[in-house]
């Protein structure tokens, strides 16, 4: 990345930075109770997910490759990690973090980030309606066993979120929602839930220190698991929620400096005693809505937190947990691919199927990487059965003793069947050419169908021969087939 465009992403004008400022401020509001709620899932004190949130978000802002996206502790990462702290302590979380960051880093420079040419845009919309379904599903309890009020703040909130911009634009509207409903609810001594009821804020700024574990074989076997898991979640978590903030902003990204970059992140995480984390989409949603496009929104989001925390942590506590569920619910409103269910039934079926199992996988297990390697992996069952399809194999009588067979397509391990059954449909000719100059061989059990075709029709006495490889498929024959070589340079007449 160039300097020019590196400084672009951090100041794009006043009105550019204003925006990023005021959106920055949100997220860090709407981060407190989620990091909250993510250290509970993993067993430790409500810090370890607040510092994180701070560090890995002030930080992946100068080192990410995706302006305007927010990162910070999560649920796809806490939940993996539970058993490793009830297990063995938080010190080994913390070093299993690191180890994690380290993986990720190793993961920027090996290329992984274009693992993600091979999702499709039907897991991709699968992913994110499961995460608005997740998201809405994450505020229930918050709405369950309450009094009248939260319901009438939410609806105030929600009411404030979407009609304000018609009004005007120059503050985001969840901002204003969450002051108006705080003030509304501290002056008036409302019966609500706050933040303070999640769990106690930290007081004063993280320190740094090394994780408390020996440095010791038996160590690295406790957390190498974990931090393998952690790595592959929280890259492919961040890798998608990148590719939804760039259609949403219509702008590119660095998919390979944004493995790198969360590797460093959580390396700082676990320096001032936080858990791991990766790119959040609710929140990245809640940034871009309210107007952030830039490193500076992100770096807000971890600035002004821990600002709240370090000198607000008081007034922090008491913000009520309905303004924070409206906007939350806008996230979730704003998430979900609405055009996705008109599209059920006009799109292929099978395109509909993978996005359906991958929302359903997703909302089952909680799990975005099961769901996402769900779909992915019916997405190649439905294109290679797809290919299949399109193979033919068509018997031509040349000459009374002579039958060719003109192949078309692509003979791969999904079409060797119907390759190798169109010669067992007709009783062959004494001579026999197999024609393929329409078709490819992609791999070995292609190479062996033609092995197994070609040996059984000369155990038989034909006369057998193979005509038209293309470039590539001769180079395979050559390497690996035992009964049919070319037997010549590349570009001449295979026989």
């Not at 440095?215 to 890259?235: F, K, N, W």
């Not at 008081?314 to 055009?339: D, E």
């Not at 292929?348 to 769901?371: C, F, K, R």
């Not at 007709?426 to 092995?451: C, K, M, N, Q, Y």
């Amino acid at each position: 990345m160039n300097e020019t465009n590196y400084r672009n992403q951090w100041f794009s004008g006043i009105d550019g930075a204003r925006r990023d400022v005021m959106a920055g401020i949100v997220v860090a509001l709407a981060l407190i109770p989620e990091a909250i709620g993510f250290s509970i899932i993993s067993g430790v004190d409500p810090r370890v997910g607040l510092y994180a949130s701070v560090a890995i978000a002030m930080v992946i802002a100068f080192l990410g490759g995706r302006p305007g996206m927010i990162s910070a502790a999560t649920a796809a990462v806490a939940v993996v990690v539970t058993p490793l702290v009830r297990d063995h302590g938080v010190e080994y979380l913390f070093a299993a973090t690191i180890l994690m960051g380290l993986i990720q880093m190793v993961a920027g420079l090996l290329r992984l980030d274009l693992v993600m040419q091979f999702v499709s845009r039907s897991v991709i919309t699968g992913f994110v309606n499961a995460l608005a379904i997740l998201i809405f599903m994450a505020q229930i309890p918050q709405l369950t066993g309450v009094t009248w009020h939260s319901y009438a703040m939410v609806a105030g909130g929600l009411a404030i979120i979407y009609l304000l911009p018609r009004v005007t634009k120059a503050v985001p509207s969840p901002l204003v929602a969450i002051v108006v409903l705080a003030i509304i609810s501290i002056t008036m001594g409302l019966p609500v839930r706050t933040v303070g009821d999640m769990g106690t804020l930290p007081e004063g700024l993280p320190s740094i220190a090394l994780p408390q574990v020996p440095l010791t074989l038996e160590t690295l076997r406790i957390i190498l698991p974990y931090s393998l898991t952690m790595a592959a979640v929280g890259l492919l978590e961040s890798l998608l929620t990148a590719q939804i903030v760039d259609d949403m902003t219509d702008t590119d990204s660095n998919k390979r400096q944004e493995c790198a970059g969360q590797g460093g992140a959580n390396i700082a995480a676990a320096l001032v005693g936080g858990m791991g984390g990766c790119a959040m989409i609710g929140q990245s949603v809640i940034n871009v809505t309210s107007g952030g496009r830039g490193r500076l929104s992100t770096f807000v989001a971890g600035a002004f937190l821990l600002f709240l925390l370090a000198a607000l942590g008081p007034v922090v506590g008491r913000i009520p947990m309905p303004a924070l569920v409206a906007v939350m619910v806008m996230v979730s409103i704003g998430t979900f691919s609405w055009n996705s269910i008109p599209n059920l039934r006009r799109h292929p079926p099978t395109s509909s199927v993978v996005m359906l199992v991958t929302v359903a996988v997703v909302v089952i297990t909680h799990d975005l990487a099961q769901g996402v390697l769900a779909g992915v992996l019916l997405s190649g069952i439905f294109f290679a059965g797809k290919v299949r399809r399109m193979f033919t194999v068509e018997r031509v009588e040349t000459a009374p003793d002579h039958a060719t067979y003109h192949v078309s397509g692509e003979i791969f391990f999904a079409s060797v069947d119907r390759f190798t059954r169109a010669f067992a449909t007709a009783e062959p000719a004494a001579r026999v050419t197999i024609d393929v100059r329409d078709a490819h061989f992609w791999d070995i059990s292609g190479v062996g169908a033609l092995d197994k075709i070609v040996a059984k029709l000369r155990r038989s006495g034909r006369d057998v021969s193979v005509i038209g490889y293309n470039r590539a498929s001769a180079d395979l024959i050559d390497r690996f087939a035992l009964h049919d070589k070319t037997g010549v340079e590349l570009g001449a007449t295979p026989h």
